[in-house]
């Protein structure tokens, strides 16, 4: 049985404007934009000021946007901590279900499984309730949203049928962007165990 991290930080703001070259300082506002090369279907991340974002700029070719999020870059000498909060990891669950018109079927296949994964993470920490499943697909619903008919309908997540190197590489993929191995790691609880 496969298991995932449960903190999760798109990594260190690369503090450089993707499209313009421009500093990111420690304070100042960008858009993250979760990415993937669909040529070797590592994930990356890239990082824009919001004017250029606003403007239109957008990963490049061979490279796929999954999904966005607006934060400030963080002081480098802080304590590390969640650079996604909670609504914007739904809302990078929620893009990743969006229709892309111009995927071929390896970027959709790609998309799936990343939307599955992300959608595990989220039934873990309890911001995705998971209805039931049926048939390899999960229906799920937000926390707090209430259930068919009352709210709308379940949301479907269809389970990509990982194998073994599936969960192995799209879970060495994730750990490369989402923990940030840039700041210093929290101290380890005293005591011990686990």
Not at 45 to 68: K, N
Not at 114 to 119: E, G, Q, S
Not at 162 to 174: F, K, P, S, Y
């Amino acid at each position: 049985m496969s298991r995932v991290a449960n903190t999760y930080s798109l990594g260190s703001p690369t503090r450089v404007c993707a499209a313009s070259g421009r500093e990111l300082r420690t304070g100042d506002l960008f858009v993250g934009a979760l990415c993937q090369d669909i040529q070797t279907e590592e994930f990356c991340r890239q990082d824009y000021a919001p004017e250029a974002w606003d403007s239109g700029a957008r990963p490049a070719a061979p490279l796929e946007l999954i999904g966005s999020w607006r934060a400030v870059v963080p002081d480098p000498n802080e304590k590390r901590k969640l650079l996604l909060d909670e609504g914007s990891l739904l809302d990078l669950f929620e893009q990743t279900g969006e229709d892309v018109a111009s995927a071929d079927a390896g970027a959709a296949r790609r998309r799936a499984v990343l939307r599955f994964v992300l959608a595990l993470i989220l039934v873990r920490k309890r911001l995705l309730v998971c209805e039931q499943s049926r048939g390899g697909t999960m229906l799920v619903r937000p926390r707090g949203v209430p259930r068919p008919p009352e709210g709308p309908p379940l949301v479907e997540v269809a389970d990509p049928a990982m194998r073994d190197e599936d969960v192995a590489l799209v879970t060495e993929q994730l750990q490369s962007v989402l923990i940030d191995t840039g700041a210093p790691s929290p101290a380890p609880a005293a005591g011990g165990g686990a």
